[in-house]
């Protein structure tokens, strides 16, 4: 792989060819599912993707605050920030763009249609019982955005019986946070309600060492307040079982929030995010079984100058899937189609009045369907979708993949796919530049992933190629004229991304290290690394247990990007400390500490934006076993 360092490929096959010695501890009866990777319920030995798996438990021992920071522990994936929490946020999967990752919660696909990115800094981890992330192309299931992978959030669920929680949390910049819920299972009947809060002060968001918060106002260039941010998050989820093959399930997701930021146009947003579905459930044999979800998720913005309104910006998705498997022996079949109707509102207040979008509604319907044949010992997937939009036209993708396991312990997966990025409303009907003929973004990318994974031992590696057409970007229609999108960038990205987890007596260690070129692959940029997107991630967490007391540390590393498609803007690389410290009391209350940027690290992710210095937060939790 060009310029990839010959010294990461010579540790990660030292890891690999270590693994079978090390000792992991392992419950002969826990099995990882997941669903994201084919649509339906597998085995994660099973999937033929690339795919990290957090659950309640890893997320409750992390210490973590935020979807974002959770999820900057996956292979290939980094999180940038405007300046703490709530702040606009970039989430980067296998080098692709923010607009290149799915999101769902509950199956329900989120974002902005006019900006074509989701809005994860607004989800609170409070909420989530498990996280599901898909590396490398899924358009072929999933149809756009899923570029770089997709994410999949699971709200909470509920266990049998009747339990109640509570987590009060308080820590640096006045920050308090609470979190409480109950939730219940009777037979095939279960229901879970989870609210909570959080206020913060924060901090200074802008140093001045960027344009686009700088303002003249002030004598320092900025304006050196406190960004704070407020949400409040409900979560409702409930099913009955209507009969031996027939069930029913709900779900509603609300979270409201409102962010301070520095800005020259607009320095305060109040957001709403919502989701809401209806899904039944039927089994017509023991092989066959269907699904129809019906849903909505909303996505709103009203932004703010010194108080005053500026602009306005709302996202309607509705969306009906109906989903059949169909089990044939060693094959299984999955079709289905995905009907999506996108409605879009704006207002921009801009020279004395108001301006919005021409047109606010599209649809798009989707028609998919994949095989997958187990062959002993080689497993073959292939998938197809067609997605017929009425503002774009028809686009096909695919995928195709083949694993085997060719030594105890040991597998070696070859995926290809295509995948493709349909136009923002933004792109095509930005109040007074109209590109209405753009195309969609398309990739084709590969993979091939080896892993092993032994009684008390795990590891995998992954090396990847993905080539982007037709990239959407802004730029002037003429020297110092408007700006306008068009089709004109093309990138190509390599890597390699490594995943580990071990344990030595009660010690465990897991982590993850990416190596990758994010590259530019067209015009005056040639060659230059992608806007935001480093070369180097690295992520450790060692964790011990010496009863009733757990510790943690964990190292992040990133490595130097830069903020300018020419990379003359760099934002240095940087490497972070944080350690965590619980106790349980008794056998449902545990009381826990988690300080980080342990050694007061000044560093940026974004260029003119200030991250966290040494922080802390103190939580109580409640949590029947």
């Known amino acids: 792989m060009k310029r990839l360092p010959y010294w990461a490929l010579s540790a990660l096959f030292a890891a690999c060819a270590a693994t079978p010695y090390l000792s992991l501890a392992d419950d002969d009866n826990f099995v990882t599912i997941v669903i994201t990777a084919s649509r339906v319920a597998e085995t994660a030995d099973e999937t033929m993707a690339p795919v990290t798996v957090i659950d309640r438990e890893q997320i409750d021992r992390s210490g973590s605050r935020t979807v974002n920071e959770i999820i900057s522990r996956v292979p290939g994936l980094s999180v940038t920030n405007n300046g703490g929490l709530g702040k606009e946020s970039g989430v980067f999967l296998r080098g692709t763009a923010s607009r290149h990752v799915l999101v769902l919660i509950d199956g329900v696909r989120i974002g902005s249609a006019t900006l074509g990115t989701a809005p994860l800094r607004h989800i609170p981890l409070s909420v989530v019982e498990k996280i599901e992330v898909v590396r490398g192309p899924r358009s072929s299931l999933y149809g756009s955005e899923a570029i770089g992978g997709v994410i999949q959030i699971f709200t909470r669920r509920s266990a049998n019986g009747f339990r109640p929680q509570l987590t009060v949390s308080a820590g640096s910049h006045d920050t308090h946070e609470v979190e409480a819920g109950i939730s219940g299972r009777n037979g095939g009947n279960w229901y879970s309600v989870h609210a909570s809060g959080i206020e913060t002060e924060g901090f200074n968001a802008c140093n001045g060492k960027n344009s686009s918060c700088r303002d003249s106002a002030f004598p320092n260039g900025y304006d050196p307040d406190r960004d704070g941010y407020r949400n409040r998050s409900l979560n409702l989820r409930g099913g009955v079982q209507l009969s031996e093959r027939v069930d029913l399930s709900s779900g509603l997701t609300l979270s409201d929030s409102d962010t301070e930021f520095d800005g020259r146009s607009q320095d305060e947003s109040e957001s709403r995010v919502r989701t809401l579905f209806v899904k039944s459930g039927w089994s017509v044999t023991d092989s066959l079984h269907g699904s129809l979800t019906l849903s909505e998720s909303v996505d709103q913005s009203d932004n703010f100058i010194d108080g005053s309104f500026y602009s306005r910006f709302d996202t ?50 989707g028609y998919f369907a994949s095989l997958r044949s ?63 003929n753009l195309r969609p973004e398309e990739s084709k990318s590969g993979d091939v992933g080896l892993s092993f994974k032994g009684k008390n031992s795990e590891v995998s590696i992954n090396v990847y190629r993905t080539k982007i057409e037709n990239l959407i970007a802004w730029a002037p229609i003429e020297p110092g004229g408007p700006w306008a999108p068009s089709n004109v960038d093309r990138a190509k990205i390599s890597g390699v991304e490594i995943g580990f987890q071990t344990t030595f007596e009660n010690l465990d260690l897991s982590g993850s290290l990416t190596f990758q070129e994010p590259l530019n692959d067209s015009g005056g940029n040639q060659g230059k690394l992608l806007r935001r997107r480093p070369k180097t991630l690295g992520f450790v967490e060692v964790s011990q247990d010496f009863d009733p007391w757990t510790t943690s540390l964990i190292l992040r590393y990133q490595g130097k990007s830069y903020d300018d498609a020419a990379n003359r803007t760099p934002v240095n690389g940087f490497g972070l400390v944080d350690v965590r410290l619980a106790r349980a009391l008794g056998q449902d209350w545990s009381v826990e500490f988690k300080l980080n940027n342990l050694f007061d690290k000044e560093y940026e992710t974004v260029r003119g934006y200030n991250q966290d210095g040494r922080n802390f937060l103190l939580t109580l939790r409640y949590a029947p076993r």
């Open 316 to 365: 309607t998705r509705r969306q009906a899937s109906w989903l059949n498997e169909w089990g044939l022996g060693n094959h299984r079949v999955v079709s289905g189609i995905d009907f999506i109707r996108d409605q879009v509102d704006g207002v921009i207040r801009r020279f004395g009045g108001t301006t919005n979008y021409n047109v606010k509604e599209r649809d798009n319907t």
């Open 374 to 436: 187990t062959l002993d010992p080689v497993d073959l997937e292939a998938s197809v979708r067609l997605d017929e939009n009425e503002q774009y036209g028809n686009k096909t993708t695919g995928g195709l993949a083949f694993g085997t396991d060719f030594s105890a312990g040991w597998r070696l997966i070859v995926s290809y796919g295509t995948a493709f990025k349909a136009p923002t409303f933004n792109d095509l009907y930005w109040p007074g530049w109209e590109s209405p």
